[in-house]
Each structure stands twice: as structure tokens, then as C-alpha cells.
């Protein structure tokens, strides 16, 4: 696609630099004869993406409206083969918006906010899934009105960047625009007649004198709840809303500002803040279930659906200097983040405190938890030229501290008493508590020209974790242009995602009608007296190599295959059952209900562990061509593709000899990401600018799946909890359809459709849902169980 250039001084090592603010997808594509420059996957000033040693890909504020999507991690994921997301997810899991590149874990992918490391979110995916323990970014506490473009980094870089770039990095650049306003409003609703979204979005800027700017950015959005749910085997209707897309609220601001104290010299701050509140739905209780609770069974005479709340408080502050002395540039920056999480469970019971005292809560505060980082960097750089060399020689070093907390709150004493609040027990005294280490670093960056076609570009780091000890990564890459249209690319290197204090230190247990599910810490009596052991960090090796090519005007073409080998990956281990994991609770300090002695298999819990090594392999490919159609218009066409297959090449075993994965756990790390996705379709744009019309069809590829299989009448007892039913989530096909009118230069109107023909997963057997209810698997990432969603959308600049 062809935009005019608009420009916004972004910083790069201690220096603004001209970024066109709406770079085309999927790759870099020339605008008008100008090509995107960017920050992410170099240290070298002014690199052009085409040019670039590793695959870029750079999503533009205008790409990102164009899908329709009210949030960034949806919207990304219209656009991006190499991201998915999950299919849905239970209980407070489902309401943090975690992404995956690759098919590997959330974690795995480092998010920087102007090339500074994002602060994690501080609430843990704690259900079953390929995403379990993961504490990633939540992308969407940013406001999408302050995103100028974001850069994929579809590579190792560790190396870099540090800890838990191993599948790459997503760098969100913000506005800085010192002039204008822009304001749009996205309404939809699912093809199902349900979940009805509004999203507003705003933003500005002005100048500070003739020295500086501020913009200010700001999202309001609402979604209502989505009802997904099949029929409950117990009552024969639909009341079980479980299986659907949470209600949730979240407004969103953010500043960014600069100012040149010096004319070699400037001050900067970007700060945001979000609020989230959100409810989930928990499995329904019938109303027999409080038969011998007469206070409990007059307020609730049909049963009651216990609701999961959460009121989250996310914030992060950037402040620092950057500028140049005898051209170098430098950069010294403090960033503080913090997220907190406050869970709640309304419409619900504490059938124990009921009994002991009469008193009938129906509202719990349960759980706490905080998630801190403070992180202070120093980075310089500067392109040498000697008399001993022919090319220059870019150096960039830099070191880092940075302090990392995590803390977990104990819940209400009415959450607490007894077996303690239903659905969501809250956290004792004994898994409470507030845990922090420590991170030191520093890395070197070498990149030059072996030959005026070769490029090479050498980093290495090292870094001290307080609690996990010393790691060095190293990485080197090449880049090869026998043609001015040709070039061949490689890299090589390692990388590693240290534990996060969550994984380390999480514990919570899930009660549904007839089953309990139990996290707790790799550390805690319960873990030990069952063989766990302290985590370790995971560890990765990256070897990556492709070409780029402009066989014709308006055509580009890159072609890029990967391997990444992980080791000691960090997923839930050691499962134990029935009487075993009662004792293991027990010790913890949880106290179950009384009849969880008879359930059997049923009953569970586990702890994070380095359960496996595996193996990734893929391939990327994208092609762009740009078709003139005279008076009439153009065509843009796209094409994106990835491949991408994970194997295991080891499973860990317990001190005693057992395997710490089941055939379901297997099947989460190697097949629950889809073996394939597939972005392909054009653009026409009219020669006055009035017309837009985008069609675009998404294939997702196959996920394999191991199902639990159920017992009894209303399938509310795991029959065996080592035999799985192998099922088939099949390729699907989405539709994208968008129609934009231009009613005058400034005001522009959308009618969108997106998964226009309300293509859903395929269907769970019947024997293989949870009480009969959840008619769609949600622990995978291939298409979203939602259905078509339609929208209009106003764009309005000034």
C-alpha cells in the first residue's frame, strides 16, 4: 500500500530520528519511493527495514483501524501469520490479553514500549492450556489511540534485548506528533446477537514552545459477555454460561512528551494508565446443592452461577535523557511499571461459614496479587570509521539494573473460612506473601560491512538474576545482496526466559460441582513432599535464514525458515490425584470440601516445572504487489504465510522415576497452536480517495488436541486421568470485509465485517465436555469461538 509519509520523532539511542507514522504490512513496502526506517532488531541509526538482518514486520496505526478490531493483540492478530491468540479461556485467565509468536508460550516474546521492556501483567494464566503460567504483557492497557506503528521482530534477540526475547520482539512506537487530533469510534456486534462492543478512541498533540511536544492518547471500550455455552446434561437448558467471552470495561490514557533542553539534549516522559473491571462466568450450581443450606437456598431457589471479578490498575512511568556528545549517542532512561490485580467472586457462597455461623456473604474479595518492575538502562552508540577498516563500524553497548517484585494477597476472612468461598477459594496466610530479586547486565553490539554486499552485525550479553543466577547470550547475523533486488539473510544465536517470581510462587485452587483444581508453588511443603524441585531458567539455541526479493517493480517477496531448539520449558508438572493431591492441598494450608475425599481423579493439582526440551521449525512468507488501475485506482495484494511445528525432544521425569507430562500436557506444547496460518487478499483504493474496499481470508491451520474423557450421567467425573481422547480441531476459513467511505477529506465512515460468514471451531464429542457444557475447546489457539463480528466505524481528523 502507498501512503504519504507523515513523520514523528521516535528515539533511538539517544537520538530522534524521521519514522514515517503509517508504515505498510506486512513487511516494509516502499511509499511513494521512501522506505520505513526502524528501531527494533538493530543499534544502527537510520536502517531501513527492507535492509534489515533480521525479519521485520511494521503494523501501522492505519493498518491496525483498518481490521476493525477494537484492541491491539486482536488487531495484530488479523494482520500477523506468526500471532495467535487463544481460542478463549477460563476464569481470570481469559482476561488478560495474551499473544503467542511462533507456537511458543506467551512468555516467550519480549514487548518493549518505545524500546524500553514493558512491565508483565501481575495475573497468571492459571488453567490448563498451552498459555499456563504465563504472565506476559498485556498489550491491551495500552491505549490504541496512542500507537504510531508497531515492529515484529521475528527472531531470537536475547542477545539484544535480554530475557524472554526467544520467539522474537513486538516494539509499539507512540505518537509524538507536536500538531492534530484524531478521534474514532468502533461499534459492533457478533453474529450471535451478543456480545455488543463500543470502543472510543482519542488522541492529540501541541507543541511545547518551539523545543518540545506532548500528545495525549485515550480508549474507552466496553464488550459485553458472549454465550457459547451447550446445554447442562444436569437440567437440560443453557443456563451454564461458562463457555463464553467475558463483560469487561476498560479506559486507558497515555502522555508522551519531549524537550530539547539543549539543542543536543532532550528530556522525555511517556506515562500510561489503564483500569480494567471484568466478569466470568463460573460452572453452574444447581440448586440442590443447597439443599441442606436453607439461609443459602432463599436467596438462590434455582441455583446461582458464581461470577469472577476483576478490578485491575495498570500503570508505567518512562523518564530520561538522551542527546550527543562528539557523535555519540546516548540514552539514560528509568522506567517504573506496576500492575495490580484485585479478584473478586460475586453471586456466590461459603457454605462452611454458613454452617459455622449463620451469616449468608454472597460477595468475596479472594485474591491480591502485584506485579512490579523498576528497570534503569544506559545505552550508547556510535559509527566508527579507521584507517584500519574500509566500512564503518557501529558500537552500541549499554548496561542495565532492573528490580522485579511480585506479591500475593490473602482473601477476604469470609473468602477464607472453612473450605472457603465457591468457585474461587481465597488465598491463607500460608501462600501469601511478597517475593523480589534482582537483575544486572550489560551487552556490546558490533555491526559493519565485511564487503560493501555483506553485512555483519555480532552482540553478546550477560546478565545476574538474584534467584536464578548468571546467563550469556550471544547472537551473530548476516546478510548477504549479490543484486540490488536479491538478498540472502542468516542468524544465529541463544537466548533464555528466566522464571518469572509468578511461576515460582503462584498457588490457588478451582472448585467446580464435583471436581477441585490446585495450583501451588515449585517451592511449597506440598511440591516438595511430591518431588519438585527449584525451577531453572529455560534456555534456547535460534538458527534462522531467508531471502529477500524485488523480482519486479511493486513485487517483494521474503522467504525466511527458523529452528528453535528450547530447553527445561516451564509448564505445569508433576500432576498428582485424588487422595495424593488432597494431601499435598492439605499441607498448604487449603481446606477442601468435605465430600473431595470421594473424588477421585477428579480432584488435582501441580506446580510449575523445566518439564521439556523442544524443538520449532517454521517458515515465513510474505509478497506484497501493488496493481495501478489508471483514472480508476489500485489494487494492493498481500500474502503471508506461516509454517511452523513443534516436537518434543525430551520429557522430564519426577524424582521418583514418573514422567511429569501427560499425553494432554504433550499435546499443549506441540499441537495446540495451529500448524499453519494464512493471511491472503488485496486493497482497492479509488483514484479520488473516496473508496476503500479491503477483503481478506485468514486459514488456520489444524490443532490436535488430548480431551479428557467424563463419566456418570452428566459427565461430571474424569474417567481416567491418564487416557485421552485424541480430537481434531480442522482447518478453518475467515473472511474479512471492510467498506470505507471518504465524506470529506477529514471524515471517513467503515462498515466491516470481520469472520463475515461466522466460521466457530469444531465441536467437542459429546463425552468429552465437562458436564455436557463446554461445546468448544478453549485451551488452543486457533480461531476465536465468538463467530462473525460486525461493526461501523467513524474516523474523524482535524
Known amino acids: ?74 488487531a495484530l492478530t488479523q494482520l500477523l501469520p506468526s500471532l495467535t491468540m487463544p481460542t478463549g479461556g477460563f476464569d481470570t485467565g481469559a482476561l488478560t ?29 492459571a488453567n490448563a492450556g498451552p498459555q499456563q503460567g504465563s504472565t506476559p504483557v498485556d498489550v491491551d492497557m495500552i491505549p490504541l489511540a496512542a500507537i504510531d506503528h508497531v515492529e515484529i521482530l521475528r527472531d531470537g534477540a536475547s542477545a539484544q534485548y535480554g530475557s524472554d526475547a526467544v520467539a522474537g520482539v513486538v516494539n509499539i512506537i507512540l505518537k509524538k506528533q507536536d500538531h492534530g487530533f484524531h478521534a474514532q469510534s468502533i461499534t459492533g456486534i457478533t453474529a450471535a446477537k451478543d456480545g455488543f462492543e463500543q470502543g472510543l478512541y482519542l488522541d492529540g498533540g501541541a507543541k511545547l514552545t518551539d523545543r518540545g511536544y506532548i500528545h495525549i492518547s485515550g480508549d474507552f471500550d466496553h464488550q459485553d459477555h458472549t454465550y457459547r455455552s451447550a446445554p447442562d446434561l444436569r437440567t437440560g437448558t443453557k443456563i451454564n454460561k461458562i463457555l463464553g467471552q467475558p463483560e469487561q470495561t476498560r479506559e486507558s490514557v497515555a502522555v508522551n512528551a519531549g524537550y530539547h533542553i539543549l539543542d543536543d539534549l532532550e528530556a522525555y516522559v511517556v506515562a500510561t494508565y489503564a483500569h480494567r473491571h471484568a466478569e466470568s462466568f463460573q460452572n453452574y450450581r444447581t440448586a440442590s446443592s443447597l439443599a441442606k443450606y436453607p439461609a443459602y437456598a432463599a436467596i438462590y431457589p434455582d441455583g446461582y452461577s458464581p461470577i469472577e471479578t476483576l478490578d485491575e490498575n495498570d500503570w508505567e512511568i518512562t523518564a530520561g535523557l538522551r542527546g550527543e556528545i562528539d557523535k555519540w549517542h546516548w540514552d539514560l532512561s528509568s522506567v517504573y511499571g506496576r500492575d495490580y490485580d484485585d479478584v473478586g467472586l460475586n453471586n456466590s457462597v461459603n457454605l462452611s461459614l454458613s454452617t459455622a455461623t449463620g451469616r449468608t456473604p454472597r460477595n468475596f474479595d479472594v485474591q491480591g496479587f502485584t506485579n512490579e518492575m523498576w528497570s534503569n538502562t544506559f545505552d550508547i552508540s556510535k559509527s566508527l570509521r579507521t584507517r584500519f577498516w574500509p566500512h564503518a563500524i557501529n558500537v552500541a553497548g549499554g548496561a542495565t539494573y532492573r528490580y522485579e517484585s511480585y506479591a500475593i494477597g490473602t482473601g477476604s476472612p469470609d473468602s477464607t473460612y472453612g473450605s472457603g468461598s465457591d468457585a474461587l477459594a481465597g488465598t491463607v496466610a500460608g501462600n501469601a506473601g511478597h517475593y523480589n530479586r534482582d537483575v544486572v547486565g550489560g551487552y556490546l553490539d558490533v555491526a559493519t560491512h565485511l564487503t560493501r554486499n555483506i553485512q555483519l552485525d555480532l552482540a ?45 510462587y503462584y498457588s490457588a485452587v478451582s472448585l467446580s460441582p464435583t471436581a477441585a483444581n490446585g495450583i501451588i508453588g515449585a517451592s511449597s511443603p506440598g511440591a516438595l513432599a511430591n518431588g519438585a524441585s527449584r525451577l531453572k531458567p529455560e534456555r534456547s539455541t535460534n538458527a534462522s535464514g531467508g531471502v529477500v526479493i524485488t523480482p519486479a517493480k511493486n513485487l517483494h517477496l521474503t522467504v525466511d525458515v527458523y529452528q528453535i531448539n528450547l530447553r527445561d520449558q ?49 517458515l515465513d512468507l510474505t509478497a506484497t504487489y501493488m496493481s495501478r488501475l489508471g483514472d480508476v485506482g489500485r489494487i494492493d495484494w498481500d500474502v503471508t504465510i506461516n509454517l511452523n511445528r513443534t516436537r518434543l525432544t525430551h520429557e522430564g521425569v519426577s524424582a521418583s522415576g514418573q514422567p511429569l507430562l501427560t499425553a494432554q500436557s504433550v499435546a499443549y506444547i506441540t499441537t495446540a497452536y495451529p500448524r499453519s496460518k494464512m493471511i491472503w487478499g488485496g486493497r482497492f483504493t479509488s483514484a479520488d480517495g473516496k473508496w476503500s ?70 465441536r467437542v464429542p459429546d463425552g468429552n465436555r465437562y458436564l455436557g457444557v463446554p461445546q468448544y475447546y478453549m485451551s488452543t489457539s486457533q480461531l476465536g469461538m465468538n463467530g462473525g463480528f460486525y461493526y461501523l466505524k467513524a474516523n474523524l481528523s482535524l
Request: no cysteine; aromatic share 8%; hydrophobic share 35%.
Open 693 to 762: 474496499v479491503g477483503v481478506h481470508e485468514i486459514r488456520w491451520g489444524q490443532t490436535t488436541s488430548e480431551l479428557s474423557v467424563y463419566s456418570g450421567a452428566t459427565n461430571s467425573s474424569v474417567a481416567n486421568a491418564y487416557n485421552f481422547l485424541q480430537f481434531h480441531n480442522t482447518p478453518k476459513f475467515v473472511t474479512n470485509l471492510e467498506i470505507t467511505y471518504r465524506v470529506t477529506p477529514k471524515l471517513a465512515f467503515t462498515l466491516g465485517a470481520n469472520n463475515l460468514f461466522d466460521a466457530r471451531p469444531s
Open 97 to 125: 490479553s495474551a499473544f503467542s509468536l511462533r507456537g511458543l508460550s506467551p512468555n516467550e516474546t519480549l514487548v518493549l514500549v518505545d524500546g524500553k521492556r514493558r512491565h508483565t501483567t501481575a495475573n497468571i494464566y
Open 1 to 74: 500500500m502507498a501512503h504519504a509519509a507523515r513523520t514523528s520523532a521516535a528515539p533511538v539511542l539517544g537520538r530522534s530520528v524521521a519514522l514515517p507514522s503509517t508504515p505498510p504490512v506486512p513487511a516494509a513496502r516502499e511509499a511513494e519511493g521512501t522506505e520505513t526506517v526502524i528501531v527494533t532488531g538493530t543499534r544502527e541509526t537510520g536502517k531501513k527495514a527492507r535492509d534489515s538482518i533480521s525479519p521485520i514486520d511494521v503494523v501501522s496505526a492505519k493498518q491496525l483501524s483498518e481490521t476493525g478490531m477494537p484492541t491491539l493483540r486482536d
Open 460 to 504: 553478546g550479553r550477560y546478565e545476574h538474576y538474584t534467584d536464578v543466577g548468571d546467563t550469556e547470550t550471544g547472537k551473530a547475523a548476516l546478510r548477504y545482496d549479490p543484486t540490488p533486488w536479491l538478498g540472502f539473510r542468516a542468524t544465529i544465536s541463544n537466548g533464555f526466559h528466566a522464571p518469572t517470581l509468578a511461576q515460582e
Open 570 to 618: 516451564i509448564l505445569p508438572g508433576g500432576n498428582v490425584y485424588g487422595t495424593q493431591a488432597l494431601q499435598a492441598l492439605e499441607m498448604n494450608g487449603f481446606t477442601l470440601p468435605d465430600a473431595a475425599s470421594t473424588w477421585g481423579n477428579a480432584l488435582s493439582t501441580h506446580w510449575f516445572a523445566n518439564v521439556a526440551s523442544t524443538r520449532t521449525q517454521g
